[in-house]
């Protein structure tokens, strides 16, 4: 594997983030987003993720290869009663599937959430996206239901496997 660098993504990090959004919105259909990105202003992307640092038990996380974002992977908690739990994002650039970058994310952001104690990781997956639905087994995630029409791209709806992982 390529030098690749994995870390906290910071203020600083915002335009690359943005940047990276755009690409793999481009790439790909099993995220909330297209090509266009999240309609944020990198000010805006500043403050979410100087948000997310200042949350100790929440995090986003950035591999860089070449100074170039190529994949995210973020813990994000929940508020008040459900404070025990946190929802779980990754996303690997096309061009780096099947490198075990993904796997890498996820351990990271397992060890994390342990380490802050997230007791439960809840997460959505395009119940078509076989690859990601194997790698979220393979770490112990267990599927506890289905959202019907979760997506709707174009004329075409499309259902997610809801998962989670128990670290209790």
């Not at 395009?126 to 599927?143: P, T, W």
């Amino acid at each position: 594997m390529d030098e690749i660098q994995i870390r906290e993504l910071k203020r600083e990090d915002a335009e690359k983030l943005i940047e990276y959004t755009k690409r793999i919105g481009a790439e790909t259909d099993n995220l909330s987003f297209g090509p266009e990105g999240f309609p944020l202003t990198i000010d805006d992307e500043a403050k979410n993720l100087e948000n997310m640092h200042d949350d100790p038990k929440s995090i986003m996380l950035g591999a860089f290869k070449a100074d170039k974002i190529i994949a995210n992977g973020s813990i994000s908690s929940l508020p008040r009663r459900m404070s025990h739990r946190a929802e779980l994002g990754l996303s690997v650039l096309k061009s780096e599937w099947n490198k075990g970058i993904g796997s890498i994310m996820l351990e990271k952001l397992i060890e994390f959430s342990k380490s802050s104690g997230i007791e439960i990781i809840n997460l959505e997956v395009r119940n078509d996206n076989q690859s990601a639905i194997h790698l979220y087994e393979k770490f112990g995630f267990k599927h506890i239901g289905t959202s019907p029409a979760f997506f709707k791209i174009e004329d075409k709806y499309y259902d997610f496997e809801i998962m989670y992982l128990d670290l209790r």
